[in-house]
């Protein structure tokens, strides 16, 4: 159903925007200690196709800065990404 598919993209979306609010919200408060907002562990910082992304290295959560998001949807939206987000079910 591709209508379906539409749908939860978007609720996809709209998840990861309100982590990546927290996300900058933290960092605008000065908070430097990027942590897991799932599991509070460790993120470290790496490139995936010319974009910056946080890897958990506890549970394997991947955040994304404001802008980020965008760019790996629009340069592949239905592939590796949204494969792996919907692999949690
Ligand atoms: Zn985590």
Redesign the pocket.
Known sequence: MPDDTVSRNEEAIEKLRSKIKVATAAKAAGLSTM???????T?SESEFEGVMIDT??????IWLDSGELERLLKRDSDSWFSRLWFAEG
Do not use: Q
């Not at 958990?56 to 959560?61: F, V």
């Open positions: 942590s897991c907002p799932r599991c509070d562990g993120l958990c290295e506890r549970c394997g959560g």
